[in-house]
């Protein structure tokens, strides 16, 4: 993947979890994750959790909202 790509969805990935609470809590993963599995495609969260899990660099509410998508990806369902 490009660099620009990825630091281009690491930035959008965080903003959504600054705009959706801020907050460092669970109810905060759950509402970021929501949003990338709703507007993302598989695609960009596939590039994001594979950042991730490299030791990419994202905001701690984000690493748990990637946390939770990558388990309901596992399990064959979205995050709603």
């Given amino acids: 993947m490009a660099p620009r790509q990825i630091d281009h969805l690491v930035k959008m990935a965080n903003q959504i ?3 959706l609470g801020a907050g ?3 109810a905060a993963a759950t509402r970021t994750a ?5 507007f993302w495609t ?3 969260r596939r590039q994001l959790i594979q950042y991730w899990r490299e030791g990419g660099a994202v905001d ?9 998508l990558e388990t309901d990806e596992l399990m064959g369902s979205d995050v709603e």
Avoid: G, K, T, Y
């Fill in 17 to 19: 979890a600054l705009n």
């Fill in 24 to 26: 460092h809590d669970d």
């Fill in 34 to 38: 929501q949003h990338i599995s709703r």
């Fill in 42 to 44: 598989a695609a960009m």
């Fill in 60 to 68: 701690p509410v984000v690493a748990a909202s990637l946390a939770e």
